[in-house]
């Protein structure tokens, strides 16, 4: 499956921000998906997921009440909402895909996940 994410940017604390992951090449309702980022100097870290109905997410405790994840399987497309952004937020996300169909348990680790997006770039200014 390919990727593309889009819709990062530079944006003020405080501010929003709503980034997409437009996939293609399998069935894309069939796979969990996940949303990283990776700030400048440290690993990537897993920030929301979402299974492959749409029913169930995870977030990281940190963008918990911030950051909605959801998706729209007609239009293959999964969304990340990103609310009261802080510069710590700063980071490229990158887009991922579970690569096992109709998994039960949403993952958080960065090795279940088998297609990766290039990421784009957020960043929130002080």
């Known amino acids: 499956v390919q990727l593309v994410e889009s819709g990062g940017g530079l944006v003020q604390a405080g501010g929003s921000l709503r980034l997409s992951c437009a996939a293609s090449g399998r069935t894309f309702s069939r796979y969990n998906m996940g949303w990283f980022r990776q700030a400048p100097g440290k690993e990537r870290e897993f920030v929301a997921a979402?299974?492959?109905?749409?029913?169930?997410?995870k977030y990281a405790e940190s963008v918990k009440g911030r950051f909605t994840i959801s998706r729209d399987n007609v239009e293959n497309t999964v969304y990340l909402q990103m609310s009261s952004l802080k510069p710590e937020d700063t980071a490229v996300y990158y887009c991922?895909?579970?690569?096992?169909?109709?998994?039960?348990?949403?993952?958080?680790?960065?090795?279940?996940?088998?297609?990766w997006g290039q990421g784009t770039q957020v960043t929130v200014s002080s």
């Open positions: 991922a895909a579970d690569g096992a169909a109709y998994i039960v348990e949403i993952k958080f680790e960065m090795e279940d996940y088998d297609y």
């Open positions: 979402i299974k492959w109905s749409g029913v169930s997410t």
